[in-house]
């Protein structure tokens, strides 16, 4: 499973780390994403890093504020969040797969009001 | 970016009946369409991936179809934990993007 944490309350401008560690398998090989949900706004898919870590995709709202990253000692994916804004304000969740999405992480929330 | 639009917007059905979702991209996405299910607080759930399919352990009463710009998911006999969002979501081009969402709802 990806077990998810690091969401919260942050004021705007503020930044966040979001983790993802896969327990009972190796993330080593899979492609990671990041989507995140805004109830009554439905799903962004925000994020994507390879399997190598060298392709990295972003979606415009968060480009340039968001960074992903794998570290495959530490069997997990990443997601630095800075100057957040009350937009950004969602239910981000991880997700292992390119083609074929299957495995997600159980969500985090991260509230941006001051 | 590949806008997709889903029809109905909500769906009202009874369980045992069928349920047709239909699924519109602004341009082709060849056949690199997935389907999702998702609950109230609940991760998305795939249930169909590129166009259809399958994903592990999903029921066979869930089918996907078509190609290009128009796609197609079948609920063939809804069980009473198939009432739930249903989204698309297209992979063809970054970013990729979802569709609005469909609801089926329990008559």
């Known amino acids: 499973r990806l077990e998810q944490s690091g969401g919260g309350l942050v004021q705007p401008g503020g930044s966040l780390r979001l983790s993802c560690e896969a327990s009972?398998?190796?993330?080593?090989?899979?492609?990671m994403n990041w989507v995140r949900h805004i109830p009554g706004k439905g799903l962004k898919w925000i994020s994507y890093?390879?399997?190598?870590?060298?392709?990295?995709y972003y979606e415009d709202s968060v480009k340039g504020r968001f960074t992903v990253s794998r570290d495959g000692a530490k069997n997990s994916v990443y997601l630095q969040m800075t100057s957040l804004r009350a937009d950004d304000t969602a239910v981000y969740y991880c997700?292992?797969?390119?083609?074929?999405?299957?495995?997600w992480g159980q969500g985090d929330l991260v509230t941006v009001s001051s | 970016e590949i806008v997709l639009t889903q029809s109905p917007a909500t769906l009202s059905l009874s369980p045992g009946e069928s349920a047709t979702l239909s699924c519109r991209a602004s341009?082709?996405?060849?056949?690199?369409l997935a389907w999702y299910q998702q609950k109230p607080g609940q991760a998305p759930r795939l249930l169909v991936y590129?166009?259809?399919s399958r994903a592990p352990d999903i029921p066979a009463r869930f089918s996907g179809s078509g190609s290009g710009t128009d796609f197609t998911l079948t609920i063939s006999s809804l069980e009473p934990e198939d009432f739930a969002i249903y989204y698309c979501?297209?992979?063809?081009?970054?970013?990729?993007?979802f569709g609005q969402g469909t609801t089926v709802d329990m008559k």
């Open positions: 997700a292992r797969g390119g083609l074929e999405v299957a495995l």
């Open positions: 009972g398998f190796s993330l080593r090989g899979f492609e």
């Open positions: 890093i390879d399997s190598t870590g060298l392709t990295k």
């Open positions: 341009q082709s996405v060849y056949s690199y």
């Open positions: 590129h166009t259809s």
């Open positions: 979501q297209q992979r063809a081009n970054w970013p990729w993007t």
